[in-house]
Protein backbone atom coordinates (compact mmCIF):
# COMPACT_ATOMS: atom_id res chain seq x y z
CA UNK A 1 0.00 0.00 0.00
CA UNK A 2 1.65 3.30 -0.84
CA UNK A 3 2.12 5.91 1.30
CA UNK A 4 -1.17 8.39 1.59
CA UNK A 5 0.14 11.55 -0.10
CA UNK A 6 1.19 14.32 2.63
CA UNK A 7 0.67 18.17 1.12
CA UNK A 8 2.58 20.57 2.75
CA UNK A 9 0.84 22.36 5.98
CA UNK A 10 -1.38 25.91 3.89
CA UNK A 11 -1.47 23.80 0.75
CA UNK A 12 -4.34 26.06 -0.88
CA UNK A 13 -7.20 23.64 -2.31
CA UNK A 14 -9.73 25.56 -4.64
CA UNK A 15 -11.28 26.35 -8.11
CA UNK A 16 -11.36 28.86 -10.70
CA UNK A 17 -13.27 30.76 -12.87
CA UNK A 18 -13.02 33.46 -15.28
CA UNK A 19 -15.80 37.13 -15.39
CA UNK A 20 -16.82 36.52 -18.96
CA UNK A 21 -17.40 32.27 -18.77
CA UNK A 22 -19.96 32.72 -15.72
CA UNK A 23 -21.49 36.15 -15.03
CA UNK A 24 -23.60 37.16 -18.16
CA UNK A 25 -25.47 40.72 -17.53
CA UNK A 26 -22.53 41.85 -19.53
CA UNK A 27 -23.94 45.55 -19.53
CA UNK A 28 -25.92 45.89 -16.35
CA UNK A 29 -25.45 48.70 -14.26
CA UNK A 30 -24.01 50.44 -16.21
CA UNK A 31 -20.74 48.59 -17.05
CA UNK A 32 -19.14 48.78 -21.00
CA UNK A 33 -19.23 46.39 -23.57
CA UNK A 34 -15.91 44.33 -23.95
CA UNK A 35 -13.88 43.01 -27.10
CA UNK A 36 -15.52 39.57 -25.84
CA UNK A 37 -19.24 41.40 -26.08
CA UNK A 38 -18.45 42.62 -29.22
CA UNK A 39 -16.97 39.17 -30.91
CA UNK A 40 -19.38 36.59 -29.46
CA UNK A 41 -22.06 39.57 -31.14
CA UNK A 42 -20.09 39.19 -34.51
CA UNK A 43 -21.91 36.53 -36.50
CA UNK A 44 -19.20 33.35 -37.20
CA UNK A 45 -16.92 34.34 -33.94
CA UNK A 46 -18.57 31.47 -32.05
CA UNK A 47 -20.08 28.15 -31.91
CA UNK A 48 -23.89 28.35 -32.78
CA UNK A 49 -23.47 31.95 -32.10
CA UNK A 50 -23.13 31.65 -28.46
CA UNK A 51 -22.66 34.32 -26.03
CA UNK A 52 -21.52 35.51 -22.75
CA UNK A 53 -24.93 37.55 -22.43
CA UNK A 54 -26.36 34.78 -19.85
CA UNK A 55 -23.79 32.70 -19.59
CA UNK A 56 -24.02 30.64 -15.61
CA UNK A 57 -25.45 34.01 -14.50
CA UNK A 58 -23.06 34.66 -11.87
CA UNK A 59 -23.83 38.11 -11.64
CA UNK A 60 -27.41 37.62 -10.09
CA UNK A 61 -26.32 34.36 -8.52
CA UNK A 62 -23.25 35.18 -6.70
CA UNK A 63 -24.38 34.85 -3.68
CA UNK A 64 -25.64 31.23 -3.93
CA UNK A 65 -22.76 30.17 -5.81
CA UNK A 66 -20.23 31.07 -2.78
CA UNK A 67 -22.57 29.38 -0.72
CA UNK A 68 -22.05 26.04 -3.09
CA UNK A 69 -18.74 26.81 -2.93
CA UNK A 70 -18.90 26.54 0.82
CA UNK A 71 -20.49 23.43 0.76
CA UNK A 72 -17.83 22.14 -1.46
CA UNK A 73 -15.28 22.97 1.21
CA UNK A 74 -13.27 24.83 -1.05
CA UNK A 75 -10.77 27.06 0.73
CA UNK A 76 -9.71 29.58 -1.97
CA UNK A 77 -11.55 30.55 -5.06
CA UNK A 78 -9.79 32.09 -7.91
CA UNK A 79 -12.24 34.63 -10.53
CA UNK A 80 -11.23 37.27 -12.70
CA UNK A 81 -12.77 41.18 -12.62
CA UNK A 82 -14.58 42.02 -15.92
CA UNK A 83 -12.43 45.71 -16.26
CA UNK A 84 -15.34 47.23 -18.59
CA UNK A 85 -17.75 46.86 -15.51
CA UNK A 86 -15.31 49.34 -12.95
CA UNK A 87 -14.10 51.47 -16.21
CA UNK A 88 -16.76 51.19 -18.82
CA UNK A 89 -14.58 53.51 -21.16
CA UNK A 90 -11.29 51.57 -19.75
CA UNK A 91 -9.52 54.38 -17.84
CA UNK A 92 -11.20 57.65 -16.19
CA UNK A 93 -14.72 57.45 -14.91
CA UNK A 94 -15.28 54.41 -12.26
CA UNK A 95 -18.50 53.04 -12.58
CA UNK A 96 -19.42 52.42 -8.69
CA UNK A 97 -21.53 49.74 -9.20
CA UNK A 98 -19.41 47.33 -11.27
CA UNK A 99 -17.04 47.94 -8.37
CA UNK A 100 -19.37 47.57 -5.70
CA UNK A 101 -20.30 44.09 -7.23
CA UNK A 102 -17.10 42.93 -6.99
CA UNK A 103 -16.53 44.02 -3.23
CA UNK A 104 -19.53 42.14 -2.36
CA UNK A 105 -18.57 39.20 -4.15
CA UNK A 106 -15.48 39.28 -2.16
CA UNK A 107 -17.00 40.08 1.10
CA UNK A 108 -18.69 37.21 1.05
CA UNK A 109 -16.26 34.70 0.03
CA UNK A 110 -14.17 36.15 3.54
CA UNK A 111 -17.68 35.34 5.54
CA UNK A 112 -17.29 31.93 4.08
CA UNK A 113 -14.05 31.39 5.15
CA UNK A 114 -12.85 31.39 1.37
CA UNK A 115 -9.85 33.05 0.41
CA UNK A 116 -10.26 35.56 -2.84
CA UNK A 117 -6.98 35.19 -5.35
CA UNK A 118 -8.24 37.68 -8.14
CA UNK A 119 -7.07 38.05 -11.87
CA UNK A 120 -7.06 41.32 -13.02
CA UNK A 121 -7.01 40.45 -16.78
CA UNK A 122 -8.55 37.07 -18.29
CA UNK A 123 -8.73 38.37 -21.63
CA UNK A 124 -11.92 40.57 -21.71
CA UNK A 125 -10.72 44.32 -22.46
CA UNK A 126 -12.91 47.19 -22.57
CA UNK A 127 -14.08 47.94 -26.14
CA UNK A 128 -13.18 51.15 -25.85
CA UNK A 129 -9.44 50.81 -25.37
CA UNK A 130 -9.31 48.30 -28.27
CA UNK A 131 -10.81 51.60 -30.17
CA UNK A 132 -8.15 53.14 -29.23
CA UNK A 133 -5.67 50.44 -30.11
CA UNK A 134 -6.05 47.38 -27.84
CA UNK A 135 -2.81 46.06 -26.93
CA UNK A 136 -1.47 47.24 -29.93
CA UNK A 137 -1.06 50.41 -28.49
CA UNK A 138 1.97 51.33 -26.01
CA UNK A 139 0.28 53.67 -23.65
CA UNK A 140 -2.18 49.92 -22.92
CA UNK A 141 0.29 49.66 -19.85
CA UNK A 142 -0.40 52.54 -18.03
CA UNK A 143 -4.51 51.90 -18.75
CA UNK A 144 -3.79 48.87 -17.29
CA UNK A 145 -1.94 49.74 -14.51
CA UNK A 146 -4.71 52.54 -13.71
CA UNK A 147 -7.26 49.88 -13.49
CA UNK A 148 -5.17 47.96 -11.58
CA UNK A 149 -4.68 50.57 -9.11
CA UNK A 150 -8.37 51.45 -9.01
CA UNK A 151 -8.85 47.83 -7.66
CA UNK A 152 -5.80 47.33 -5.56
CA UNK A 153 -7.37 50.42 -3.27
CA UNK A 154 -10.35 49.29 -3.43
CA UNK A 155 -9.97 45.56 -2.61
CA UNK A 156 -5.97 45.31 -1.08
CA UNK A 157 -6.37 43.36 2.20
CA UNK A 158 -9.30 41.72 1.81
CA UNK A 159 -7.94 40.46 -1.04
CA UNK A 160 -3.90 39.10 -0.63
CA UNK A 161 -3.53 37.29 -3.50
CA UNK A 162 -3.48 39.20 -7.05
CA UNK A 163 -2.90 38.18 -10.57
CA UNK A 164 -1.89 41.06 -13.62
CA UNK A 165 -2.80 38.21 -16.65
CA UNK A 166 -4.46 35.44 -17.50
CA UNK A 167 -2.15 33.64 -20.21
CA UNK A 168 -0.58 36.09 -22.55
CA UNK A 169 0.05 33.22 -24.97
CA UNK A 170 -3.74 32.64 -25.36
CA UNK A 171 -4.58 36.59 -25.47
CA UNK A 172 -1.59 36.24 -28.15
CA UNK A 173 -1.90 33.63 -30.35
CA UNK A 174 -5.04 33.33 -30.41
CA UNK A 175 -6.12 37.19 -30.64
CA UNK A 176 -3.62 38.78 -32.52
CA UNK A 177 -2.24 35.71 -34.79
CA UNK A 178 -4.38 33.30 -35.58
CA UNK A 179 -7.60 35.32 -34.91
CA UNK A 180 -9.56 32.67 -33.24
CA UNK A 181 -10.10 35.04 -29.87
CA UNK A 182 -11.31 38.73 -29.53
CA UNK A 183 -10.05 40.67 -30.63
CA UNK A 184 -9.82 38.24 -33.82
CA UNK A 185 -6.79 39.97 -35.47
CA UNK A 186 -4.56 37.58 -37.92
CA UNK A 187 -1.02 39.02 -38.37
CA UNK A 188 2.92 38.01 -37.34
CA UNK A 189 3.50 41.73 -37.23
CA UNK A 190 0.34 42.29 -34.94
CA UNK A 191 1.41 39.73 -32.32
CA UNK A 192 4.81 40.01 -30.74
CA UNK A 193 4.01 43.56 -30.67
CA UNK A 194 0.49 42.83 -28.44
CA UNK A 195 2.50 40.45 -26.60
CA UNK A 196 4.99 42.51 -25.48
CA UNK A 197 2.69 45.59 -24.66
CA UNK A 198 0.92 42.97 -22.31
CA UNK A 199 4.35 42.19 -20.90
CA UNK A 200 4.75 45.87 -20.36
CA UNK A 201 1.38 46.07 -18.55
CA UNK A 202 1.91 43.31 -16.41
CA UNK A 203 5.02 44.91 -14.86
CA UNK A 204 3.49 48.26 -14.78
CA UNK A 205 0.57 46.92 -12.67
CA UNK A 206 3.10 44.87 -10.68
CA UNK A 207 4.97 48.39 -10.29
CA UNK A 208 1.78 50.32 -9.24
CA UNK A 209 1.33 47.59 -6.43
CA UNK A 210 4.14 47.79 -5.06
CA UNK A 211 3.20 51.66 -4.50
CA UNK A 212 -0.28 50.64 -2.94
CA UNK A 213 -0.63 46.89 -2.12
CA UNK A 214 0.50 44.91 0.88
CA UNK A 215 -0.09 41.59 0.02
CA UNK A 216 1.05 38.82 -3.04
CA UNK A 217 1.14 40.01 -7.07
CA UNK A 218 1.61 37.28 -9.57
CA UNK A 219 1.69 36.52 -13.26
CA UNK A 220 -0.71 33.06 -15.20
CA UNK A 221 0.40 30.96 -17.77
CA UNK A 222 -0.21 28.31 -19.89
CA UNK A 223 2.34 25.81 -20.30
CA UNK A 224 2.90 22.55 -21.67
CA UNK A 225 6.11 20.28 -21.95
CA UNK A 226 6.96 19.71 -25.37
CA UNK A 227 8.48 16.05 -26.18
CA UNK A 228 10.35 15.41 -29.75
CA UNK A 229 8.51 13.43 -31.56
CA UNK A 230 11.61 11.19 -32.58
CA UNK A 231 14.92 12.04 -32.17
CA UNK A 232 15.21 13.40 -35.57
CA UNK A 233 17.41 16.99 -35.92
CA UNK A 234 14.42 18.51 -37.68
CA UNK A 235 11.86 17.07 -34.39
CA UNK A 236 14.21 18.14 -31.86
CA UNK A 237 14.97 21.91 -33.48
CA UNK A 238 10.76 22.17 -33.68
CA UNK A 239 10.15 21.07 -30.00
CA UNK A 240 13.23 23.31 -28.52
CA UNK A 241 11.17 26.17 -30.89
CA UNK A 242 7.74 25.10 -29.96
CA UNK A 243 9.23 25.20 -25.84
CA UNK A 244 10.65 29.00 -26.40
CA UNK A 245 7.70 30.09 -27.98
CA UNK A 246 4.82 28.69 -25.87
CA UNK A 247 6.47 28.03 -22.57
CA UNK A 248 9.89 30.47 -21.96
CA UNK A 249 7.62 33.42 -24.34
CA UNK A 250 6.18 35.02 -21.28
CA UNK A 251 8.02 33.65 -18.59
CA UNK A 252 11.94 34.71 -19.84
CA UNK A 253 10.95 38.52 -20.03
CA UNK A 254 8.99 37.82 -16.80
CA UNK A 255 11.61 36.61 -14.82
CA UNK A 256 14.51 37.12 -16.77
CA UNK A 257 14.54 39.95 -18.28
CA UNK A 258 15.12 39.09 -21.61
CA UNK A 259 13.24 36.79 -24.99
CA UNK A 260 14.58 33.64 -25.44
CA UNK A 261 16.01 33.78 -29.28
CA UNK A 262 13.94 31.43 -30.73
CA UNK A 263 11.54 33.87 -31.76
CA UNK A 264 13.16 35.81 -33.80
CA UNK A 265 13.29 32.35 -35.84
CA UNK A 266 9.52 32.25 -35.52
CA UNK A 267 8.51 35.50 -36.31
CA UNK A 268 11.50 36.53 -38.48
CA UNK A 269 11.24 40.07 -40.19
CA UNK A 270 8.19 40.89 -37.83
CA UNK A 271 10.46 40.53 -34.42
CA UNK A 272 11.00 44.08 -34.01
CA UNK A 273 14.10 45.80 -31.77
CA UNK A 274 12.71 46.39 -28.12
CA UNK A 275 14.22 49.32 -26.41
CA UNK A 276 15.83 47.65 -23.15
CA UNK A 277 14.22 49.80 -20.95
CA UNK A 278 11.11 47.95 -21.01
CA UNK A 279 12.66 44.91 -19.88
CA UNK A 280 13.32 46.79 -16.37
CA UNK A 281 9.69 47.80 -16.33
CA UNK A 282 8.94 44.01 -17.30
CA UNK A 283 10.73 42.28 -15.05
CA UNK A 284 9.49 42.74 -11.43
CA UNK A 285 10.21 40.47 -8.18
CA UNK A 286 7.00 38.19 -8.37
CA UNK A 287 5.64 36.81 -5.34
CA UNK A 288 4.07 33.62 -7.48
CA UNK A 289 3.85 32.72 -10.85
CA UNK A 290 0.70 30.81 -11.50
CA UNK A 291 0.77 27.91 -13.86
CA UNK A 292 -2.16 26.24 -15.95
CA UNK A 293 -1.35 22.78 -16.94
CA UNK A 294 -3.10 20.61 -19.50
CA UNK A 295 -1.60 18.70 -21.51
CA UNK A 296 1.61 17.76 -23.20
CA UNK A 297 3.16 18.42 -26.67
CA UNK A 298 4.91 15.73 -28.85
CA UNK A 299 6.62 17.78 -30.98
CA UNK A 300 7.20 17.09 -34.85
CA UNK A 301 8.47 19.45 -37.54
CA UNK A 302 5.77 20.39 -39.85
CA UNK A 303 4.73 23.26 -42.10
CA UNK A 304 2.39 24.90 -39.72
CA UNK A 305 2.50 28.84 -39.64
CA UNK A 306 4.36 30.21 -38.08
CA UNK A 307 5.90 27.97 -36.01
CA UNK A 308 6.99 24.91 -37.99
CA UNK A 309 5.79 22.88 -35.46
CA UNK A 310 3.09 20.92 -34.02
CA UNK A 311 1.69 18.11 -31.66
CA UNK A 312 1.40 14.43 -32.78
CA UNK A 313 -1.85 12.37 -31.55
CA UNK A 314 -0.56 9.72 -29.42
CA UNK A 315 -2.95 6.62 -30.47
CA UNK A 316 -2.96 4.59 -26.74
CA UNK A 317 -3.49 7.74 -24.89
CA UNK A 318 -6.85 8.88 -23.34
CA UNK A 319 -8.42 12.59 -24.35
CA UNK A 320 -10.81 15.07 -23.39
CA UNK A 321 -13.64 16.85 -25.41
CA UNK A 322 -11.07 19.43 -26.43
CA UNK A 323 -8.73 16.78 -27.56
CA UNK A 324 -5.99 17.25 -25.56
CA UNK A 325 -3.70 13.80 -23.76
CA UNK A 326 -4.53 12.83 -20.03
CA UNK A 327 -0.55 13.36 -19.15
CA UNK A 328 0.09 13.64 -15.67
CA UNK A 329 3.97 13.25 -16.18
CA UNK A 330 3.96 16.28 -17.71
CA UNK A 331 2.92 18.21 -15.00
CA UNK A 332 5.49 17.26 -12.61
CA UNK A 333 8.21 17.45 -15.91
CA UNK A 334 7.13 20.57 -16.27
CA UNK A 335 7.07 21.86 -12.17
CA UNK A 336 10.57 20.25 -11.93
CA UNK A 337 11.83 22.31 -15.30
CA UNK A 338 10.34 25.73 -13.87
CA UNK A 339 12.31 25.63 -10.71
CA UNK A 340 15.54 24.72 -12.66
CA UNK A 341 14.82 27.05 -14.77
CA UNK A 342 13.74 30.12 -12.53
CA UNK A 343 14.70 29.41 -9.07
CA UNK A 344 12.63 29.33 -6.19
CA UNK A 345 9.18 31.52 -6.40
CA UNK A 346 6.56 29.77 -5.11
CA UNK A 347 4.12 28.09 -7.71
CA UNK A 348 0.04 27.85 -7.81
CA UNK A 349 -1.76 25.54 -10.30
CA UNK A 350 -3.93 28.08 -11.05
CA UNK A 351 -5.45 25.79 -13.67
CA UNK A 352 -6.00 22.15 -14.04
CA UNK A 353 -9.54 20.01 -15.40
CA UNK A 354 -10.67 18.74 -17.94
CA UNK A 355 -13.43 18.85 -20.60
CA UNK A 356 -15.70 15.18 -20.98
CA UNK A 357 -18.94 14.02 -21.88
CA UNK A 358 -21.14 14.13 -18.98
CA UNK A 359 -24.20 12.26 -19.06
CA UNK A 360 -27.18 14.90 -18.64
CA UNK A 361 -27.68 15.35 -14.65
CA UNK A 362 -31.41 13.80 -15.97
CA UNK A 363 -30.89 11.00 -12.71
CA UNK A 364 -32.23 11.72 -9.41
CA UNK A 365 -29.81 9.34 -7.01
CA UNK A 366 -31.76 8.00 -3.36
CA UNK A 367 -32.13 11.28 -1.53
CA UNK A 368 -33.50 13.19 -4.38
CA UNK A 369 -30.43 14.87 -5.71
CA UNK A 370 -29.19 15.32 -9.11
CA UNK A 371 -26.23 12.79 -9.97
CA UNK A 372 -23.28 13.10 -12.72
CA UNK A 373 -21.67 10.37 -13.33
CA UNK A 374 -17.74 11.90 -14.76
CA UNK A 375 -15.64 9.21 -13.90
CA UNK A 376 -12.87 10.48 -16.53
CA UNK A 377 -12.59 13.81 -14.97
CA UNK A 378 -11.58 12.25 -11.21
CA UNK A 379 -9.44 10.03 -12.57
CA UNK A 380 -8.15 13.04 -14.79
CA UNK A 381 -7.69 15.09 -11.27
CA UNK A 382 -6.62 12.43 -9.01
CA UNK A 383 -3.54 11.63 -11.84
CA UNK A 384 -3.03 15.24 -11.84
CA UNK A 385 -2.84 16.17 -8.14
CA UNK A 386 -0.55 13.10 -7.19
CA UNK A 387 1.72 14.77 -10.55
CA UNK A 388 1.57 17.77 -8.30
CA UNK A 389 2.78 15.67 -5.00
CA UNK A 390 5.73 14.15 -6.84
CA UNK A 391 6.81 17.53 -7.80
CA UNK A 392 6.50 18.21 -4.66
CA UNK A 393 8.61 15.67 -3.37
CA UNK A 394 11.23 16.70 -5.84
CA UNK A 395 11.41 20.44 -4.32
CA UNK A 396 9.12 22.56 -6.06
CA UNK A 397 7.35 25.01 -3.91
CA UNK A 398 3.92 24.70 -5.27
CA UNK A 399 1.46 26.31 -2.79
CA UNK A 400 -2.26 25.51 -4.25
CA UNK A 401 -4.38 24.23 -6.63
CA UNK A 402 -7.11 25.83 -8.25
CA UNK A 403 -9.50 22.84 -9.98
CA UNK A 404 -10.69 24.59 -13.78
CA UNK A 405 -13.35 25.31 -13.34
CA UNK A 406 -15.94 25.43 -10.57
CA UNK A 407 -19.21 25.34 -13.14
CA UNK A 408 -19.94 24.24 -16.56
CA UNK A 409 -19.57 27.71 -18.49
CA UNK A 410 -18.73 29.40 -21.82
CA UNK A 411 -15.86 28.06 -23.80
CA UNK A 412 -14.63 31.31 -25.74
CA UNK A 413 -15.01 30.22 -29.43
CA UNK A 414 -16.39 26.61 -28.69
CA UNK A 415 -19.12 28.17 -26.36
CA UNK A 416 -21.48 26.17 -24.49
CA UNK A 417 -20.05 23.17 -26.14
CA UNK A 418 -17.54 21.82 -23.51
CA UNK A 419 -17.96 20.90 -20.09
CA UNK A 420 -15.07 21.44 -17.49
CA UNK A 421 -16.91 21.95 -14.59
CA UNK A 422 -17.27 19.79 -11.54
CA UNK A 423 -20.87 21.66 -10.76
CA UNK A 424 -22.95 20.58 -13.89
CA UNK A 425 -24.72 23.71 -14.82
CA UNK A 426 -28.69 23.33 -17.16
CA UNK A 427 -28.34 26.47 -18.85
CA UNK A 428 -31.82 26.45 -19.30
CA UNK A 429 -32.79 26.57 -15.68
CA UNK A 430 -29.59 27.46 -14.29
CA UNK A 431 -29.69 24.92 -11.73
CA UNK A 432 -26.88 23.31 -10.21
CA UNK A 433 -25.06 20.03 -9.57
CA UNK A 434 -22.27 18.85 -8.38
CA UNK A 435 -20.96 15.87 -10.68
CA UNK A 436 -19.28 12.90 -9.01
CA UNK A 437 -15.95 14.84 -9.17
CA UNK A 438 -16.76 17.53 -7.10
CA UNK A 439 -18.08 15.05 -4.27
CA UNK A 440 -14.58 13.54 -4.70
CA UNK A 441 -12.37 16.63 -4.85
CA UNK A 442 -14.55 17.57 -1.34
CA UNK A 443 -13.02 14.50 0.69
CA UNK A 444 -9.25 15.03 -0.99
CA UNK A 445 -9.44 19.17 0.35
CA UNK A 446 -11.29 17.71 4.00
CA UNK A 447 -8.02 15.04 4.13
CA UNK A 448 -5.61 17.38 2.31
CA UNK A 449 -4.69 15.33 -0.36
CA UNK A 450 -4.25 11.97 1.79
CA UNK A 451 -7.34 10.86 0.14
CA UNK A 452 -6.19 10.98 -3.10
O1 LIG B 1 -9.98 25.77 -22.10
C1 LIG B 1 -10.23 25.67 -20.73
C2 LIG B 1 -9.66 26.89 -20.01
C3 LIG B 1 -10.39 28.19 -20.35
O2 LIG B 1 -11.78 28.05 -20.11
C4 LIG B 1 -9.79 29.31 -19.46
O3 LIG B 1 -10.50 30.54 -19.56
C5 LIG B 1 -8.35 29.56 -19.87
O4 LIG B 1 -7.64 30.24 -18.84
C6 LIG B 1 -7.66 28.28 -20.26
N1 LIG B 1 -6.39 28.14 -20.67
C7 LIG B 1 -6.21 26.85 -21.05
C8 LIG B 1 -4.95 26.30 -21.63
C9 LIG B 1 -4.50 27.18 -22.83
C10 LIG B 1 -5.48 27.12 -23.93
C11 LIG B 1 -6.60 27.94 -23.88
C12 LIG B 1 -7.52 27.93 -24.93
C13 LIG B 1 -7.29 27.10 -26.03
C14 LIG B 1 -6.17 26.29 -26.05
C15 LIG B 1 -5.26 26.30 -25.00
C16 LIG B 1 -7.38 26.19 -20.85
N2 LIG B 1 -8.26 27.07 -20.36
Not at 420 to 444: I, L
Request: hydrophobic letters at 40%; proline letters at 5%.
Amino acid sequence: MSQAPVFPDGFLWGAATAAHQIEGSPLADGAGPSIWTRFAHTPGMTLNGDTGDVACDHYRRWKDDVKLMRDLGLQAYRFSVAWARVLPEGTGRINQAGLDFYSRLVDELLANGIEPLLTLYHWDLPAALDDRGGWLNRDSADWFAEYASVMYKALDGRVKKWVTLNEPWVITDGGYLHGALAPGHRSLFEAPIASHNLMRAHGAAVRAYREIGAHEIGLVVNIEPKYAASDSEADRVATRRAHAYMNEQYLHPALLGRYPEELEDVFGAAWPEWPKQDFELIRQKLDFVGINYYTRGVTEANDSYPLKAGSVRQPLATYSETGWEFYPKGLTDLLVWFKQTYGDTPVYITENGAAMYDPPAAEVDADGRGRVRDPLRTAYLRQHIGAIHDAIQAGVDVRGYMLWSLLDNLEWSLGYSKRFGMVHVNYATQQRTPKDSAHWYSGVIRSHGRSL
